[in-house]
């Protein structure tokens, strides 16, 4: 159990040092234990109330204080990239997408995309894996939580998205 915590502690100072996200791989070889432990132990420094966030590129602590907002936007899947490059290239970070479903209620799928990189991975698995968007459920309508470190940048977003007709009115 000591040896449990005392590797939480270091996950924690690792994570807290890095300038870049840390993949559960990564920490797993570093730390010589399984990757689902990595991401058991996460599991549990987040419900313990550390703000660690998982990113396509791995983990990392939430950026300090930003500015938030929720768009509600609408498009075709072969409009996802450019969606999501509009906000990421203002500056933004797509936290999460979510859809109203007249059966199971809302529906949120964690995204985490904050760059163009993260844009070109998430579209790659996509359809890599034949995915689908929870968009697709509700007729491309769906909710993005996007932050972003200035309320400039959020006007930005929201402006650009508007001008691409992605924002549903």
């Given at each position: 159990?000591?040896?449990?915590?005392?590797?939480?502690?270091?996950?924690?100072?690792?994570?807290?040092?890095?300038?870049?996200?840390?993949?559960?791989?990564?920490?797993?070889?570093?730390?010589?234990?399984?990757?689902?432990?990595?991401?058991?132990?996460?599991?549990?420094?987040?419900?313990?109330?550390?703000?660690?966030?998982?990113?396509?590129?791995?983990?990392?602590?939430?950026?300090?204080?930003?500015?938030?907002?929720?768009?509600?936007?609408?498009?075709?899947?072969?409009?996802?990239?450019?969606?999501?490059?509009?906000?990421?290239?203002?500056?933004?970070?797509?936290?999460?997408?979510?859809?109203?479903?007249?059966?199971?209620?809302?529906?949120?799928?964690?995204?985490?995309?904050?760059?163009?990189?993260?844009?070109?991975?998430?579209?790659?698995?996509m359809q890599a894996d034949d995915g689908h968007l929870l968009s697709e459920l509700t007729n491309g309508i769906h909710t993005h939580t996007i932050m972003?470190?200035?309320?400039?940048?959020?006007?930005?977003?929201?402006?650009?998205?508007?001008?691409?007709?992605?924002l549903y009115q």
């Open positions: 159990m000591a040896d449990n915590n005392k590797r939480r502690l270091e996950l924690q100072n690792l994570l807290h040092a890095s300038e870049a996200p840390i993949t559960a791989s990564h920490l797993a070889h570093r730390f010589g234990v399984s990757r689902q432990t990595i991401v058991g132990d996460i599991a549990l420094l987040r419900a313990s109330g550390e703000k660690i966030v998982p990113t396509p590129r791995g983990y990392e602590y939430a950026p300090a204080e930003q500015h938030v907002i929720k768009l509600v936007c609408r498009h075709f899947p072969d409009q996802t990239a450019d969606e999501m490059s509009l906000v990421v290239n203002h500056g933004g970070t797509i936290k999460d997408v979510e859809i109203a479903h007249p059966l199971y209620g809302i529906l949120v799928g964690q995204l985490n995309v904050s760059s163009l990189a993260d844009v070109k991975s998430f579209v790659t698995k972003a470190d200035t309320a400039a940048q959020i006007d930005e977003i929201r402006a650009a998205l508007d001008q691409a007709g992605y």
